[in-house]
């Protein structure tokens, strides 16, 4: 069993934080003879050390701990082999047990599972809504602002209810089969594989792709489409010369916020996967909950939050002022 409960030095680190969070705001009063504008902003300062930066420091602190709270590299080789612990045991009957050992690649590859899952679902948004941001943003559309709000008010819905909703939709009895059955075909199996995983990916997070986009392409000034035209542009290279180049950072942006959820999304493939399906999010799930290994938990976290940092670092490069980082 693993010892759930917060270990001393956390207690110690969030309360020494706590006293350097009060001692800067009475300097930072001092100093400046009041309370500064920016002094506002210390609530927020203080849930960020709470709520992220003392979760991350536990995170580390089990990934390269083990049950005894001793230093090891053993919960990152759990992740290359997901038979490390069998095999420690095999390496230590003698060479006759060698023969089983064997390297496991279910984490690996719930990880490439994971990433070529979230890719498929992100090339899908930005195909699908690229043209619906282009439309959205044409300043000679008078509808272009009644889509957005059509595209707002789903996301008004709880998630999960919105993912749920697909069911009633997908399954053996649900409308589809039913209308299908009206129509004289058989029923044909939609739920628990991964297309029917893919489609809730897209569904949930398609506006996270467009509204990026719609923000960078609303942003444009008409007069460079103009001035394209007087060139000698016709509509397809105004398109690809103008429009497309400068809505970049929006599709980076839209990019980011649509693969990194979809890596380490675990109740959509639950749902609609039927549980044939594991992304990497539902393996850390697993680790935590069902196995109770925080360890090997926190490792493979922290291998997610790598890749996240490390898709942050591309969205800063391509898009070094945030220009498409709105949602709205």
């Known amino acids: 069993m693993y010892n759930m409960s917060l270990p001393w030095w956390g207690w110690a680190l969030m309360g020494a934080g706590l006293v350097c969070f009060v001692a800067l705001v009475a300097l930072s009063v001092r100093r400046n003879h009041g309370i500064k504008r920016s002094l506002f902003a210390s609530p927020y300062t203080l849930w960020m050390i709470i709520f992220t930066v003392l979760p991350c420091i536990l995170v580390a602190y089990y990934a390269f701990t083990d049950a005894n709270g001793a230093f090891t ?26 023969a089983f050992i064997s390297r496991g690649t279910v984490n690996v590859d719930t990880l490439v599972y994971s990433l070529w899952m979230a ?8 195909l699908l809504g690229y043209p619906a941001a282009l439309y959205m943003a044409d300043r000679n559309m008078k509808i272009g602002s009644t889509i957005v709000v059509l595209f707002i ?6 998630f999960l209810l919105r993912t749920i909703a697909w069911m009633s939709l997908l399954e053996d009895q649900g409308l589809i089969n039913n209308f299908l059955r009206l129509l004289g075909f058989d ?24 509204f990026p986009i719609y923000t960078s392409l609303s942003k444009l000034d008409p007069q460079l489409g103009e001035a394209a035209q007087d060139l ?47 992304m990497f999010g539902d393996l850390i799930e697993s680790k935590f909950l069902t196995e109770g290994n925080w ?13 996240i940092l490390v898709s942050l670092s591309i969205l800063r490069k391509a898009d070094p002022e945030g220009e498409g980082g709105s949602l709205i």
């Open 153 to 158: 008010i789903p996301m008004w819905m709880n």
């Open 73 to 98: 590299l053993d919960n990152f080789r759990h992740f290359w082999d997901s038979n490390y612990t069998k095999n420690q045991l095999y390496a230590q009957m003698g060479p006759e047990a060698a």
């Open 187 to 210: 029923g044909v199996q939609l739920m628990y594989n991964s297309g029917a995983v893919l489609l809730g990916m897209v569904y949930n997070f398609l506006p996270f792709m467009v």
């Open 119 to 126: 890719f498929l679902c992100t090339l899908i948004s930005l």
């Open 295 to 307: 360890n090997v938990g926190s490792a493979l976290s922290l291998i997610m939050m790598i890749l």
């Open 232 to 278: 000698g542009c016709n509509a397809w290279n105004k398109f690809v010369r103008v429009t497309a180049p400068l809505s970049l950072p929006g599709v980076i942006s839209g990019i980011t916020m649509v693969f990194m959820p979809s890596v380490t999304t675990f109740f959509i493939p639950r749902i609609l996967g039927g549980g044939n399906t594991m």
